[in-house]
């Protein structure tokens, strides 16, 4: 089957420009995960779903970051009013349940805000 | 505080030669080690894990808690081994704490 898939691949926005990326993890994965990944770093934690309940959020840099994951298959990352500094790579992981299953990462959104 | 530190930006040797890319972490616990690699216009995938203490690719790495590293090691690297390797830690939760990577390039 296919593996984890994101979309947009790419996205330009203005200052100010709200933005939503899309993730589709592994059919029956159970968690899924994001993390942002800014330029010559490694990627950083945002936020876990285990289904459709939110279990950390605690990554999340501000206020304007918000997910979810309404049916607990297809999840969705909105940035609003975006800023230059959330200029990264935003990567979505999907996992089974239960903490020894691996993650699978998908190919990531580029989100350049200018 | 969870941490993984790599070190090293970058590492280039020539093929065949010997590689260690370091590792060190700072929890105050048992977590468990990763080293994820991701190849040139590939996504992030896993390459080995502490627990399972197998050998991938030629790749070997021991977590050594009195020293709090996990580096990973292959005796004779490969021209396809050229990627960016990611230490992660994960500990009390599910997710994953990632060190900054580090770039291997392997000449002919």
């Known amino acids: 089957g296919a593996g984890v898939s994101q979309s947009p691949r790419y996205k330009v926005a203005k200052r100010g420009q709200d933005v939503a990326l899309r993730c589709d993890p592994i059919s029956g994965h159970v968690s899924l995960f994001w993390y942002q990944q800014a330029l010559g770093q490694g990627p950083e934690f945002l936020t876990y779903f285990q289904n459709e309940a939110q279990l950390d959020k605690s990554g999340l840099p501000s206020d304007r970051f918000f997910a979810e994951r309404p049916e607990g298959s297809v999840s969705t990352l909105k940035i609003q009013r975006t800023q230059q500094e959330d200029s990264a790579v935003y990567l979505c992981?999907?996992?089974?349940?239960?903490?020894?299953?691996?993650?699978?990462f998908g190919p990531g959104t580029r989100l350049t805000v200018l | 505080a969870q941490r993984v530190t790599q070190p090293e930006k970058l590492l280039s040797v020539f093929k065949g030669a010997p590689v260690e890319l370091k590792c060190n972490y700072s929890y105050s616990g048992s977590p468990e080690l990763f080293w994820y690699v991701q190849y040139s216009r590939q996504r992030l995938q896993l390459l080995l894990r502490h627990i399972s203490r197998e050998s991938i690719k030629g790749f070997t790495a021991d977590l050594n808690k009195g020293e709090t590293s996990f580096h990973l090691k292959k005796p004779f690297a490969q021209e396809e081994d050229s990627a960016m390797y990611y230490c992660?830690?994960?500990?009390?939760?599910?997710?994953?704490?990632f060190g900054t990577g580090t770039r291997l390039q392997v000449f002919p």
């Open positions: 992981a999907s996992s089974l349940s239960g903490r020894n299953n691996e993650q699978f």
């Open positions: 992660a830690l994960r500990g009390n939760t599910d997710k994953l704490i």
